[in-house]
């Protein structure tokens, strides 16, 4: 068992990680310009919905794929190829060796830290735009396009993309997109991104490590501001998650911080788990009169 690639404690904690999050908000909430509060020279703006006239004093690097093709391209010049992949399959070794015959030695990114990616909403509709193309969003038996099978390869698509990026283990990844709210038949706010079909948005949030909603709030007086929504347990039924441990229910709306926080040394990890309820919490499916979501940290 000599051989066998086992990663111990210590190496494991010597490695350098990479924070994967997305950001959700309404349009217009100040999403994009959350890339002012990133270090120019080691961050990489991947522009989508050419929306930098909001960030057009930022001084760092971008680009600006236009094409599926070129998104899943750029996603495997920036993670590498996967072991796992036959040669014919996106973000195999193949693939990975074509790239970098086109885009030139792959060190060029080692200088940068952080991807910003801007947005996942307009990565879903150059995805499925692709996708309609293909064989699969055709009918065998009329030969008219069929919008199941597009939006099925779709969801594959994005997810292996999303997945691919995720194990970008070096390096911080944020997606940014937009949110979505819809009332259910009994008048309840949902909040879900808004991606083309489904499978993308119920499954974004079991890949990436931080979910976070940037929402605007606001004082006792009624005054607006903006904040980061950072924790699942939180009474605004706001989409979040927090795998580090480190975030309160409402941080900051400052990214370059929050990472900071998010790598900074955590307490033991029995210290932060709570398993007792809050006081004042009925029993038998009462409600709750305690601040439940304060308990994770």
Same mark, same amino acid.
């Given at each position: %068992?000599?051989?066998?690639?086992?990663? &111990?404690?210590?190496?494991?904690?010597?490695?350098?990680?990479g924070t994967?999050?997305?950001?959700?908000?309404?349009?217009?909430? /100040?999403?994009?310009?959350?890339?002012?509060?990133? *270090?120019?020279? #080691?961050? !990489?703006?991947?522009?989508?919905?050419?929306?930098?006239?909001?960030?057009?004093?930022?001084?760092?690097?971008? !680009?600006?794929?236009? #094409?599926?093709?070129?998104?899943?391209?750029? *996603?495997?010049? +920036?993670?590498? @190829? &996967?072991?796992?992949?036959?040669?014919?399959?996106?973000?195999?070794?193949?693939?990975?060796? $074509?790239?970098?015959?086109?885009? =030139?030695?792959?060190?060029?990114?080692?200088?940068?830290q952080t991807?910003?990616?801007?947005?996942?909403?307009?990565? =879903?509709?150059?995805?499925?735009?692709?996708?309609?193309?293909?064989?699969?969003?055709?009918?065998?038996?009329?030969?008219?396009?069929?919008?199941? =099978? $597009?939006?099925?390869?779709?969801?594959?698509? %994005?997810? /292996?993309?999303?997945?691919?990026?995720?194990?970008?283990?070096?390096?911080?990844?944020?997606?940014?997109?937009?949110?979505?709210?819809?009332?259910?038949?009994?008048?309840?706010?949902?909040?879900? @991104?808004?991606?083309?079909?489904?499978?993308?948005?119920?499954?974004? @949030?079991? +890949?990436?490590?931080?979910?976070?909603?940037? $929402?605007?709030?606001?004082?006792?007086? /009624?005054? @607006?501001?903006?904040?980061? +929504?950072?924790?699942?347990?939180?009474?605004?039924?706001?989409?979040?998650?927090?795998?580090?441990?480190?975030?309160?229910? +409402?941080?900051?709306?400052?990214? =370059?911080?929050?990472?900071?926080?998010?790598?900074?040394? $955590?307490?033991?990890?029995?210290?932060?788990?709570?398993?007792?309820p809050p006081?004042?919490?009925? #029993? /038998?499916?009462?409600?709750?009169?305690? &601040?439940? *979501?304060?308990?994770?940290?």
């Amino acid at each position: %068992m000599s051989g066998f690639p086992i990663v &111990n404690a210590d190496e494991r904690l010597a490695e350098r990680r990479g924070t994967k999050g997305v950001i959700l908000g309404k349009s217009g909430i /100040g999403k994009t310009t959350l890339l002012m509060t990133l *270090a120019a020279e #080691t961050t !990489l703006f991947m522009d989508l919905e050419a929306g930098d006239l909001a960030v057009e004093e930022w001084s760092g690097d971008t !680009l600006r794929p236009r #094409t599926w093709d070129q998104c899943r391209d750029f *996603a495997v010049f +920036i993670g590498g @190829p &996967n072991p796992a992949l036959r040669s014919e399959q996106c973000y195999s070794q193949a693939h990975y060796d $074509a790239v970098c015959e086109r885009f =030139g030695d792959p060190a060029a990114l080692d200088k940068y830290q952080t991807i910003f990616i801007d947005s996942i909403t307009v990565a =879903g509709r150059l995805c499925f735009q692709w996708c309609k193309g293909q064989p699969q969003a055709i009918s065998e038996k009329t030969g008219k396009p069929d919008n199941r =099978g $597009a939006y099925g390869l779709q969801g594959q698509e %994005m997810i /292996g993309w999303l997945t691919h990026l995720q194990h970008t283990r070096n390096k911080n990844v944020w997606f940014v997109g937009i949110l979505d709210e819809k009332t259910d038949d009994f008048n309840r706010r949902l909040f879900m @991104p808004q991606i083309e079909g489904s499978k993308t948005g119920l499954e974004l @949030p079991g +890949i990436v490590d931080q979910v976070v909603t940037m $929402a605007e709030m606001r004082t006792e007086d /009624g005054r @607006p501001y903006r904040s980061f +929504i950072c924790q699942t347990l939180n009474p605004f039924a706001y989409p979040a998650k927090d795998r580090s441990g480190r975030l309160g229910i +409402i941080e900051e709306p400052h990214l =370059g911080r929050l990472m900071e926080k998010i790598q900074s040394p $955590a307490k033991p990890i029995m210290e932060r788990l709570v398993f007792s309820p809050p006081q004042n919490t009925t #029993t /038998g499916g009462g409600t709750a009169t305690g &601040n439940v *979501a304060t308990t994770q940290n």
